[in-house]
């Protein structure tokens, strides 16, 4: 019980005291002794039989134990009187470290009331063990007063127990370096010192373990110990030391920033602050070097801060310190050479060199377009340069003392290629090679090496006669594959002659354009095809010129009447002709024969009866001109009969020519006789008819001959643009024109009287004749 409890339950007594006074009587003392931690049920002693109470009366003075603190551990036996423990009883928490322990309780008893003291020792048992505050001490001390007779407080345990079961001696684990030293204080507590045997040496052994064990008196003795740790503290007398004094290391250029290239690795037999190390670059190293390097101040690590460049530098010497925080600080040095291999990091250089960026197209092979220097920062393989020129040009490259020159390997045509682009390809010998490349424009410039050419062989105009002087008749056309003055075309017309006079005075050219103009008005029926030669020349030098022939094909127009061949001078003067009055239906009573100096449908005549005294008599053939009798003549006819007959061509408009024919009717053959005659036999009057028929037969075939080679000309060309090119001064008239140009000559069937027949009579005989007929016959 501790001494503030002590004074309550006192105070508590002496007032319960007061109250007994009151009401009865306070007996004497009772004391008893009982071992702590006895177990329960355990008997202290009997309370009535003490108090001399008996047994009888035990029940009726119903003893009780005071309400203090202490009255719960125990408890009174009703039958008997006995004082048992009721609860587990602890000497140290109760009374701690006194010597004695003495528990003060009242026993009441009634039937007279009584008040009884009631003391109980409790008694030490050795049930707690010696015990330290700390499971580990530790003691520092330098290396340098760590001396042999050095002492050192250690902390004392602590025993609940007293007297014997207290702590009685201490121990400690056998070792050379230190022993125990055991003092005793006047109130009988030992105290410890630890004393250092020899001196110590952090870096033959930094720490030292010891087993304190502290020991009671008990029976058996109990103990308790602690760990003491003798940690013996570092004195900076170790410099740091690298693993070799001078390093070699090969990097390759390019790699990666902050590339760890090395970890260096001190050390210092030091420890703490003595042995920590801080690492730099001292100041034998270059400025150049430290801006690419670093080190790591506490691990050692270098890495590149910067790109490394073989082509820079090749080579890197390092010098390193390491420096401990000791006081003084020591420090040691290493050298690192650092040699950079080269990788394949730099592309050719191209640099082409020259003072003009085109060539002609006549240059001569091995001609020297200009000058290409290679270079590559690389060495070794990395370094070497194979230069190549795209492939399938004119062009190549050839090798000199420290350049190459790009020269001509072939032959130039601008017109086949006006320009090339030339790529030079420099690859390095590298892995992986490394490749430049760079374009050249080259021109090519222009030489006069072409003639013009027409776009056409032959070239076709066609035009309606009597056109307008000035009138458009065709566009020659000539392409020349140069450029410049050399593709600079002039136009003209070679001078020649047609039929005595000068082509000039007929056509004329624009020398610009090629236009072909007419110079006069045309006469189909003086000329119908006109034959020139065109000439083209550029403006080179020396200048080129092609020809080319034109054909100029004068249309026919309708603009001639046809003419009254028979009878002579119809046209003015009005024919005699004479018929028997005996002649029959179908008698030939005239042939009116006409020409038209057109052509074609402009020279296809129709013959009609426009005026006939008696219609009924009278019939005109329209196509031979024939004029006959429909019925027999009649004796009521008159004698005389006045024809008129009208002579149109089929052209567009048509034109006509009329004839007026007197038909004497006459009683007697010979009569009839005389005049047929003179019908075909007067040469005055009858035209030579063999003559014309001779002169359209070879005109016919003239036109013929012409019209069919113009065609065979065409069909041949027909598949391509140019065979032959048609020109029309006229928008109107069409290239089918020529399917339609057929010049025809109509002649009429001709009535010949042949004489001298067996008979002795007249007869007669038709010639039919049709076809092309050329006018100019």
């Known amino acids: 019980m501790d001494n503030q409890s002590f004074v309550k339950a006192w105070k508590w007594q002496v007032a319960f005291s007061l109250f007994l006074c009151s009401w009865g009587w306070v007996s004497g003392q009772l004391r008893y002794s009982i071992a702590e931690e006895s177990h329960l049920g355990t008997v202290v002693g009997n309370v009535a039989q003490d108090l001399g109470v008996n047994l009888a009366d035990i029940s009726r003075r119903r003893l009780s134990l005071g309400s203090d603190g202490s009255s719960r551990l125990f408890s009174i036996e009703q039958k008997n009187g006995a004082l048992f423990v009721h609860e ?388 020659v056309s000539a392409v020349d594959p140069d450029e410049g003055a050399n593709a600079n075309l002039i136009y003209s017309i070679t001078e020649s002659h047609i039929h005595g006079s000068p082509v000039s005075s007929f056509v004329y050219i624009n020398s610009d354009t090629g236009n072909i103009y007419a110079q006069r008005s045309f006469d189909y029926e003086q000329f119908q095809v006109l034959q020139i030669t065109v000439r083209v020349e550029d403006s080179g030098s020396p200048k080129l010129s092609s020809n080319v022939t034109v054909f100029i094909f004068i249309l026919d127009s309708n603009d001639n009447s046809p003419t009254i061949l028979y009878p002579e001078n119809a046209e003015e003067t009005i024919a005699q002709e004479s018929i028997p009055r005996s002649a029959a239906a179908g008698y030939l009573v005239s042939k009116v024969s006409a020409v038209d100096t057109d052509s074609g449908h402009n020279a296809w005549l129709l013959y009609s009866l426009v005026q006939s005294a008696s219609p009924a008599l009278f019939h005109i053939s329209e196509y031979s001109g024939e004029v006959r009798t429909l019925r027999g003549v009649l004796e009521t006819d008159n004698t005389e009969h006045q024809i008129v007959i009208s002579v149109r061509d089929h052209g567009e408009p048509s034109m006509t020519t009329t004839a007026t024919i007197i038909v004497n009717i006459l009683d007697t053959v010979a009569q009839e006789s005389s005049k047929s005659q003179d019908f075909l036999t007067n040469a005055k009057s009858t035209p030579d008819l063999t003559l014309y028929l001779i002169v359209s037969l070879v005109a016919i075939s003239a036109v013929f001959l012409v019209t069919f080679t113009i065609l065979l000309v065409r069909c041949l060309r027909k598949n391509y643009d140019s065979g032959c090119g048609f020109c029309f001064s006229d928008k109107s008239l069409s290239t089918t024109y020529m399917d339609q140009y057929k010049p025809t000559l109509y002649l009429n069937t001709w009535n010949i009287k042949i004489h001298g027949g067996a008979d002795g009579s007249t007869g007669s005989s038709r010639v039919m004749l049709s076809g092309l007929f050329s006018t100019s016959s």
């Open 88 to 475: 587990r009883i602890d000497r140290e928490s109760l009374c701690g470290s006194s010597l004695s322990c003495l528990l003060h309780l009242e026993v009441v008893a009634e039937n007279p009331l009584e008040l009884h003291s009631l003391e109980i020792e409790v008694l030490d048992i050795n049930d707690n063990s010696p015990s330290f505050l700390k499971t580990n001490q530790v003691i520092n001390i330098t290396e340098l007063l760590a001396i042999s007779g050095v002492k050192f407080q250690l902390e004392t345990a602590k025993d609940l127990d007293i007297g014997r079961n207290s702590i009685s001696q201490y121990q400690l684990n056998p070792n050379p370096y230190f022993s125990l030293l055991l003092k005793k204080r006047k109130d009988g507590t030992l105290i410890t010192e630890l004393v250092l045997e020899r001196n110590l040496d952090r870096e033959e052994k930094a720490e030292h373990k010891l087993l304190l064990t502290a020991l009671d008196g008990g029976d058996p003795p109990k103990s308790g110990s602690t760990q003491i740790t003798v940690i013996v503290l570092d004195f900076n007398d170790n410099a740091p030391v690298f693993d070799q004094p001078n390093y070699k290391i090969n990097i390759l250029e390019n790699i990666q920033l902050n590339t760890v290239i090395m970890k260096l690795n001190a050390t210092d037999l030091d420890e703490g602050e003595n042995g920590k190390i801080l690492y730099s670059f001292d100041h034998h190293t270059l400025d150049s070097a430290k801006t690419i390097f670093e080190i790591n101040l506490y691990t050692g690590e270098i890495v590149n801060k910067a790109n490394v460049d073989f082509e820079a530098t090749g080579f890197y010497e390092l010098y390193v310190k390491a420096t401990d925080k000791g006081s003084p600080k020591l420090e040691g040095h290493c050298i690192i050479q650092v040699e950079v291999k080269d990788v394949n990091d730099n592309t050719p250089e191209i640099i082409f060199t020259s003072k003009t960026n085109e060539v002609p197209e006549n240059a001569p092979i091995g001609t020297v377009i200009g000058f290409i220097t290679v270079r590559d920062k690389d060495s070794g393989k990395n370094g070497q340069i194979e230069l190549q020129v795209s492939p399938g040009l004119p062009f190549t490259c050839q090798p000199m003392s420290q350049r190459y020159a790009l020269v001509t390997n072939g032959h130039l045509d601008r017109e086949k290629l006006s320009q090339y682009t030339i790529k030079l390809t420099a690859s390095d010998l590298g892995s992986p090679s490394l490749s430049s490349q760079i374009t050249i424009s080259l021109n090519i410039s222009d030489v006069n090496d072409n003639r013009p050419a027409f776009l056409h062989n032959v070239y076709n105009a066609f035009i309606a006669e009597n056109n307008e002087p000035g009138r458009l008749l065709c566009t």
